[in-house]
T-cell receptor
Framework: SAVISQKPSRDICQRGTSLTIQCQVD?????MFWYRQQPGQSLTLIAT?????????ESGFVIDKFPISRPNLTFSTLTVSNMSPEDSSIYLC?????????????????FGQGTRLTVV | DAKTTQPPSMDCAEGRAANLPCNHS???????VYWYRQIHSQGPQYIIH???NNETNEMASLIITEDRKSSTLILPHATLRDTAVYYC???????????FGQGTRLTINP
């Protein structure tokens, strides 16, 4: 298993500012992911945080808006830049501790408790 | 991800078995079926996963049809704490990421 610590747990921010969310894992993990969950909606994958290289973004998400760092195998940050009220969401970090056979995801993922962001 | 279809909501009486269906008719031969749940205000929690055979753990059982086009998650004795949104996910082989659909909102009634 993996224990994930996300900071901050919640924040209220002014529009136009940026917020950096931290995700710390208690063990080295292969894969780290960032999700967004808008009010009343399901989770949407933002990007895969790659250790030592640029993150891989999903359609509709760009690096300028959501820069991601992953300096090592236990830590990642997501920045929400130039925020607007539409960015008000819960942002979640997720990790997959290991890998199954190449190309096959067969281990369970773990999620942090999320960062509840309100932009005013 | 292979498209999954789940009913948007279900109700179940406390103490009874909750059976949550999922259709994944486009699943490929080596793609697994995963189930997660999200209790209100918490991050998603892994429940179970399977490939071909039925699986059981301390939380639930997973029944996968022989043609693998559908599956059922069974919570054998549902409690009020099982009220949550349940997600059936079939990750694309090689993608190694989870893409969530809308899930089934399960309400356990006293």
């Amino acid at each position: 298993s993996a224990v994930i610590s996300q900071k901050p747990s919640r924040d209220i921010c002014q529009r136009g500012t940026s917020l950096t969310i931290q995700c710390q894992v208690d063990s080295q993990v292969t894969m780290m992911f960032w999700y967004r969950q808008q009010p009343g909606q399901s989770l949407t994958l933002i990007a895969t945080a790659n250790q030592g290289s640029e993150a891989t973004y999903e359609s509709g998400f760009v690096i300028d808006k959501f820069p991601i760092s992953r300096p090592n195998l236990t830590f990642s940050t997501l920045t929400v830049s130039n925020m607007s009220p539409e960015d008000s969401s819960i942002y979640l970090c997720s990790v997959d501790p290991g890998q199954g056979a190449p190309g096959i995801l067969n281990t369970e993922a773990f999620f942090g408790q999320g960062t509840r962001l309100t932009v005013v | 991800d292979a498209k999954t279809t789940q009913p948007p909501s279900m109700d179940c009486a406390e103490g009874r078995a909750a059976n949550l269906p999922c259709n994944h008719s486009t699943i490929s031969g080596n793609e697994y079926v995963y189930w997660y749940r999200q209790i209100h205000s918490q991050g998603p929690q892994y429940i179970i996963h399977g490939l071909k055979n039925n699986e059981t753990n301390e939380m639930a059982s997973l029944i996968i049809t022989e043609d693998r086009k559908s599956s059922t998650l069974i919570l054998p004795h549902a409690t009020l704490r099982d009220t949550a949104v349940y997600y059936c996910i079939v990750p694309i082989r090689g993608a190694q990421k989870l893409v969530f659909g809308q899930g089934t909102r399960l309400t356990i009634n006293p």
